[in-house]
């Protein structure tokens, strides 16, 4: 049984960071690229980060490109997102999903999984 389990949200200051994590469960992580998603309050989910198979590319949305940084532990079946310089608009649930073939179009291949909060606030 496919599960995506992302941990590591909380509420931080302005200008804070934070590590997410996503642990994956039931299908080959390896062959999979993966992505990090965000949904704001009252707003749509949104594609934030992409990373390929093998760590090798990865790919941002402008809102988030050089404060985010996503990696990957193929050993761990794990992939990270390094938030810096958080701001208040990046307040939303992550979730993680993975794609077995496109970095960053098309549809996520799983269902997701329960996301972790981001809360940005003084």
């Known amino acids: 049984q496919v599960q995506l389990v992302e941990s590591g949200g909380g509420l931080v200051q302005p200008g804070g960071s934070l590590r997410l994590s996503c642990a994956a469960f039931?299908?080959?992580?390896?062959?999979?690229?993966v992505r990090w998603y965000r949904q704001p309050p009252g707003k749509a989910r949104e594609l934030v980060a992409a990373?390929?198979?093998?760590?090798?590319?990865?790919q941002y949305a402008d809102s988030v490109k050089g404060r985010f940084t996503i990696s990957r532990d193929n050993a761990k079946n794990t992939v990270y997102l390094q938030i810096n310089s958080l701001k208040p608009e990046d307040t939303a649930v992550y979730y993680c999903?993975?794609?077995?073939?496109?970095?960053?179009?098309?549809?996520?291949?799983?269902?997701w999984g329960q996301g972790t909060q981001v809360t940005v606030s003084s």
């Open positions: 990373i390929s198979t093998t760590g090798g590319s990865t």
């Open positions: 999903n993975a794609n077995s073939g496109l970095l960053w179009l098309g549809p996520p291949s799983f269902s």
């Open positions: 039931g299908f080959t992580f390896s062959r999979y690229a």
